[in-house]
Nanobody, 115 residues
């Protein structure tokens, strides 16, 4: 079992920044990939970015260069630095932890970008 706890959401104006954090605990040695997904109202959940235990990253085209993902292996934590935010980034952001025994999700954190 792996526990996943997210933090850092909120409201910001267009062009602003936020930083999301996701901490994993429990059977951390089974973790292979950690990542962020988001779901906007009326839309399907989509990948934002992910990072493997080897540090390889993948970003959705819509967020490349703006929402870089990073990882602190010592703290089993991943971060999503959200820069130059746009109204279309508004969504609930979910942390996903992929392990050898299955996937685990966080509870989600709301990010709202508006004037």
């Amino acid at each position: 079992q792996v526990q996943v706890v997210e933090s850092g959401g909120g409201s910001v104006q267009p062009g602003g920044s936020l930083r999301l954090s996701c901490a994993a605990s429990g059977n951390i040695f089974s973790i292979r990939v950690m990542g962020w997904y988001r779901q906007a109202p009326g839309k399907q959940r989509e990948l934002v970015a992910l990072i493997t235990i080897y540090g390889r990253t993948t970003h959705a085209n819509s967020v490349k260069g703006r929402l870089p993902i990073s990882r602190d292996n010592a703290k089993n934590t991943v971060f999503l630095q959200m820069n130059s935010l746009r109204p279309e980034d508004t969504a609930v952001y979910y942390c996903n932890v992929e392990t050898t025994g299955g996937d685990y999700w966080g509870q989600g954190t709301q990010v709202t970008v508006s004037l």
